[in-house]
């Protein structure tokens, strides 16, 4: 019995409760009737060992579940924008919506690909951030299409609420005692040419806002507005959510 | 042998254990140790939180029976986690097979 409520206990501690930890505890309970004398371990071993087993694999989910809810996300969004236009709504919303998009397709791909490799403790931190920041995101883009007028996108939110309980699960199984610091390795742990490709990004997106500005308006002013005001909002985005998202490390 | 040396061969291991039928996770350990010729005598605490992680990943997949008047929880290995089995038992091939050409 105290073995038994000492792992309860134990795995309390790091985040497994309810019905994983009742049956965690049945399970070791049931290999101590068939071998009394059996080496377990210690209650605190086994749920460290829990724990480090079962948080990777309900991050790689929960990664993977958020860039789903955020593929659907997009793809409202992207039909919003091409049957809406510019009827109705508040223009603020519309323009929270297109700038929530970009954060949400860059937070989400940036979160599958650590979730995807993640093993260390740091790895899978930054990928549940990066899941967390994109879903935020999202809800971004859907409240705003909502706002623009578009009602469509509020079609996204179950799939964003149900990624955000997968995303909090994951979250919820954690070391006792860890630390929850910055990650120590930025971008350059996804990205071969870390610097290099992210300009050569921001530079991609810049342009085709750009000409898309002049080609749609015809006008070479509109473009020049539109490329300045997405330059200026990927700089802006950068300062602000590049340390959060892991994009630039915190080593000094 | 402990977990440490397994690292990396013990999803395998675990799954080979059960190609043969279903188990729980005492008869997993106990064969894997009956198989090794108890050269596997693994900390018993390391088995189970594989068993879940790789029902997690789809591999295998579990039910409650009773026995003893107990609840046991059985696993078994699912159609993907035989196709990984199958495939991991390929790689182990070729990775003895090169070896055994360097060392010989």
């Known amino acids: ?252 | 042998m402990n977990a440490e040396k397994l690292k990396g061969h013990l999803d395998a291991l675990v799954l080979a254990t059960l190609a043969e039928g279903p188990a729980h996770g005492y008869a997993v350990i106990e064969e894997l140790k009956l198989r090794s010729g108890g050269a596997f005598d693994l900390a018993e605490g390391t088995v189970y939180p594989v068993l879940h992680r790789l029902e997690a990943e789809g591999l295998l997949a579990s039910a409650w029976t009773e026995a003893a008047g107990r609840r046991r929880r059985v696993y078994r290995l699912t159609r993907r986690g035989r196709t990984s089995l199958a495939g991991r038992r390929r790689d182990w091939q070729s990775f003895v097979h090169a070896v055994d050409a360097v060392l010989a």
């Open chain 1, 1 to 252: 019995v105290s073995f038994s409520s000492d792992l309860r206990s134990e795995l309390a501690r790091n985040g497994i409760r309810g019905v994983l930890a009742h049956r965690i505890v049945a399970e070791l309970e049931d290999h101590l009737a068939c071998d009394p004398n059996a080496n377990v371990g210690t209650p605190a071993e086994i749920a460290d060992r829990f724990t480090a087993e079962l948080r990777i694999v309900r991050t790689r989910r929960a990664s993977i579940g958020s860039f789903a809810a955020l593929a659907i996300c997009g793809a409202v969004f992207l039909v919003a924008a091409g049957t809406h236009g510019r009827s109705g709504g508040s223009p603020w919303a519309a323009l929270a919506a297109i700038a929530c998009a970009q954060i949400a397709l860059v937070a989400g791909t940036l979160a599958v690909m650590r979730g995807l490799r993640a093993r260390s403790a740091g790895d899978l931190r930054i990928a549940q951030r990066r899941g967390g920041v994109a879903l935020v995101a999202g809800l971004g883009v859907a409240l705003g299409l909502a706002g623009a007028g578009a009602f469509a996108g509020l079609v996204a939110l179950p799939g964003l609420i149900l990624a955000a309980r997968a995303l909090r699960r994951a979250r919820a199984i954690t070391p006792a005692g860890e630390e929850h610091g910055f990650e120590e390795h930025g971008i350059g742990a996804d990205l071969p040419f870390p610097r290099v490709t992210l300009a050569l990004l921001g530079t991609a997106v810049t342009g085709a806002v750009f000409l898309q500005g002049v080609v749609g308006e015809r006008s070479l002013s509109e473009g020049l507005i539109r490329g300045g005001i997405e330059a200026a909002g990927l700089g802006l985005g950068l300062a602000l959510l590049g340390r959060p998202l892991g994009l630039v490390s915190s080593a000094r």
